[in-house]
């Protein structure tokens, strides 16, 4: 037969990083990269190209966008919800449970989005 033990290490050699890196936190990443999937599929594609467009327009100076595309671009970006996402993130590799205000804003802004 063959030892098992041996054969995975002697994969894990071959590959590079995946000594420094273990499992839990290739497992973390992965979570974390389609919870990531999950909130850019929020867009449609239309908007994940005009988002692109934009980024690629702008290139990371939001003095190369005009005003109107700053608040397009600002609107793409509160669509993929990224407080939740950072929220969510850490929520994933954190030991401890995080409070709602972390995910979701401070309870007043919750209470106002139910309202309305």
């Known amino acids: 037969m063959f ?3 041996r054969l995975l290490a002697h994969g894990a050699s071959r590959i ?3 000594k420094v890196f273990p499992i839990f936190r290739l497992l ?3 979570e974390i990269l389609i919870l990531a999937n999950t909130h850019f599929q929020r867009l ?7 988002l692109f ?3 690629k327009t702008s290139r990371g100076r939001k003095g190369n966008l005009s005003e109107a595309e700053r608040k397009e671009l600002a609107g793409l970006i509160n669509k993929m919800e990224p407080r939740l996402f950072a929220g969510s993130a850490i929520g994933k590799v954190s030991p401890f449970p ?3 205000r972390f995910t979701h804003g ?3 802004d ?3 989005q139910r309202a309305a």
């Open 28 to 30: 973390a990443i992965a």
């Open 3 to 5: 030892d098992r033990n």
């Open 44 to 50: 449609t594609a239309q908007e994940r190209n005009r």
């Open 53 to 55: 467009q934009l980024v």
């Open 106 to 108: 401070p309870k007043r």
């Open 16 to 18: 590079p990083g995946l």
């Open 98 to 100: 995080l409070p709602k």
């Open 110 to 112: 919750r209470d106002e």
